[in-house]
C-alpha cells in the first residue's frame, strides 16, 4: 500500500486480488445483494486510491480497507434509506415463512439456517461478527475500526454471538 | 475476582443459568479480558459455524470494472495536469509550502544583497541638502546689517527652484520692513514668482499700504496689473489719497488701477 501511496498505483492491483474477496464477503453477509456488493467493493477501492495518502502505513492495511469498507457501507445505506427499506421488505416476502424456507435446504442445512440467522440480527450485531470473521478477530483492530476498545469490541462480539445462537436455535425448532 | 468465582460463572453460562446480575458481571470480565468469548462451550458451535460459512465469491465483472477503473486513473495521473489535481491538499500543500519558503528566501536575500542607493538618489539627495543650506544661509544673511548682505540674501533665493514657506515668510518680512529700498525691491522681485499662492498674493497686497517709498509703491502696483488682483484697488486708491505721495507715483497708480477696474 505504502508503494500506491507514493504513486505506484499498479500496485493497487495486487492489493485487490488479495482483499476483494473477503470484502466482497463482508459486504454480501452485510447487504445478501452480489451486485450491490460489488458495486460497493469497486467503490471501496476507489476511495483508498483517492485517500491513499491518508495511509500513514502505522496500522495494518485490512483494518483501514474495513474502516473504509464500513463507511462505504453506511454511506450507501444512509443515501438509499428508502430504497432499502423496500428492498428489504420484497426480501422478507422472498424469503416467505421460516418453514418454507427451511424445507428448501437440502444441503449444508446447518450453515444455511446460520446465513438466515444471520439475516435476521440488527445490522450492528451482524457488522460486528462479520468484522471479527474477516479480520480473523483481531478485536483490538477491530476497535480502531469501530472506534472503541478492545474489551468493548469482545462484549460486542459475545452478545451478538449470543443473539446469534438464539435467532438459530429458533430456526432450528421449526425444522 | 478469585478463578473459581470465575470459572463458576462460565459454567453457568454454557449451562444457561445466568442471572441479569450475573450476565453483567460476566460481560464485564469478557471486556477486562478476563474471559475470551472464544473459548465458552455455549458459544463455539455457532462461532464455528459462523467461521466456516463460505461466502460467494465477486463475479468477472467486478475484475474488469476495477482494472477499468485503475486503467483509467492511471491515464489520468500520466496526462498531467489538471487544477483540481493541482488544488488537491496533499499535493498542493507540498507546493504551497515550498512557494512560501522561496518567497520568504528571495525577500530575505533581496534586502541583504540590495545594492546602495543609485546616483539618482544620491543626486536628489545631495541637492536637497544644498537647498536647505542656502535656505539657512539665505535666512541669516538678511538679518546682517549690511544692505548688500541683505541683498546677497535675497538673490541667493533666485537660484532655489522650490523654496518654503519660512524662505517666503522671510521675504515678506524683509519686503515690509527693511530699511533699504533696494533690499525692499529686491525681495519684491523675487516673491514674482510666488505671486500665484494665495497667501503670498494676500501679503503682497497688504504690503501697498505698508510702503513709503515711491518705488516700492509703482513696482507693487507693477505687478498687481500684471498679476491682474483685483482687491488690490482698494489699497492702492489709499496711495492716491495719501498727500505724502508725489504726483508722478500718484499718476502711475490711477493707470494701473484703470488697468484693473
Redesign the interface.
Known amino acids: 500500500m505504502l508503494k500506491v501511496k507514493d504513486g505506484d498505483i499498479d500496485k493497487l492491483g495486487l492489493l485487490f486480488e488479495r482483499y476483494k474477496k473477503p470484502l466482497f464477503g463482508f459486504f454480501y453477509g452485510m447487504t445478501r445483494d452480489p451486485e450491490l456488493c460489488e458495486d460497493l467493493v469497486q467503490n471501496v477501492f476507489f476511495r483508498i486510491l483517492k485517500y491513499r495518502y491518508l495511509f500513514r502505513g502505522e496500522g495494518d492495511f485490512k483494518t483501514w480497507m474495513f474502516h473504509i469498507a464500513r463507511n462505504v457501507n453506511h454511506d450507501h445505506f444512509r443515501k438509499n434509506k428508502w430504497k432499502n427499506k423496500e428492498s428489504l421488505d420484497s426480501w422478507e416476502e422472498r424469503l416467505g415463512t421460516d418453514e418454507n424456507r427451511a424445507t428448501q435446504f437440502h444441503h449444508d442445512e446447518e450453515l444455511d439456517m446460520l446465513t438466515l440467522a444471520m439475516e435476521r440480527l440488527p445490522e450492528d450485531k451482524r457488522e460486528i461478527l462479520l468484522l471479527s470473521k474477516f479480520q480473523d478477530k483481531k478485536y483490538k483492530e477491530i476497535g480502531e475500526i469501530l472506534g472503541c476498545t478492545e474489551g468493548a469490541v469482545k462484549v460486542k462480539v459475545f452478545r451478538a454471538l449470543q443473539e446469534l445462537k438464539e435467532v438459530y436455535q429458533q430456526l432450528e425448532k421449526h425444522l | 475476582m478469585n478463578d473459581m468465582h470465575i470459572r463458576d460463572l462460565i459454567q453457568k453460562f454454557n449451562a444457561g443459568n445466568l442471572t441479569t446480575a450475573e450476565q453483567l458481571e460476566f460481560?464485564r470480565l469478557?471486556?477486562?479480558?478476563q474471559v475470551?468469548?472464544?473459548t465458552?462451550e455455549?458459544?463455539a458451535p455457532?462461532?464455528q459455524?459462523?467461521?466456516?460459512?463460505?461466502?460467494?465469491?465477486?463475479?468477472a465483472?467486478?475484475?474488469d470494472?476495477?482494472?477499468r477503473?485503475?486503467a483509467l486513473?492511471?491515464r489520468q495521473?500520466r496526462s498531467g495536469f489538471s487544477w483540481s489535481q493541482f488544488f488537491s491538499w496533499?499535493e498542493f500543500a507540498p507546493k504551497l509550502a515550498f512557494a512560501s519558503i522561496a518567497l520568504v528566501i528571495g525577500i530575505a536575500v533581496g534586502y541583504w544583497v540590495k545594492p546602495a542607493p543609485g546616483p539618482d538618489v544620491q543626486y536628489a539627495r545631495v541637492t536637497n541638502e544644498l537647498a536647505q543650506l542656502r535656505e539657512m544661509m539665505m535666512l541669516s544673511l538678511l538679518e546682517k546689517e549690511s544692505a548688500t548682505e541683505r541683498l546677497k540674501a535675497v538673490n541667493l533665493t533666485q537660484e532655489m527652484h522650490q523654496v518654503s514657506n519660512k524662505v517666503t515668510g522671510a521675504l515678506i518680512q524683509t519686503l515690509n520692513s527693511d530699511e533699504n529700498v533696494n533690499v525692499r525691491l529686491a525681495a519684491l522681485e523675487a516673491l514674482v514668482p510666488y505671486a500665484k499662492d494665495v497667501s503670498v498674493r494676500t501679503e503682497l497686497i497688504r504690503s501697498i499700504g505698508r510702503q513709503d517709498s515711491p518705488l516700492v509703491q509703482m513696482a507693487l502696483a507693477e505687478l498687481m496689473e500684471q498679476i491682474q488682483e483685483k482687491k488690490s484697488i482698494r489699497e492702492l486708491q489709499k496711495i492716491i489719497q495719501s498727500d505724502k505721495t508725489p504726483e508722478e507715483v500718484k499718476d502711475r497708480i490711477k493707470e494701473s488701477i484703470k488697468v484693473l477696474s
Not at chain 2, 469478557?30 to 479480558?33: K, N, P, R, T
Not at chain 2, 460459512?53 to 465477486?58: D, H, N, Q, T
Request: proline share 11%.
Open positions: 460481560e469478557i471486556e477486562a479480558g475470551d468469548p472464544a465458552l455455549a458459544l455457532v462461532g459455524k459462523l467461521d466456516s460459512i463460505e461466502f460467494p465469491s465477486p463475479s465483472d467486478l475484475d470494472r476495477f482494472y477503473m485503475l486513473q492511471k495521473a496533499p
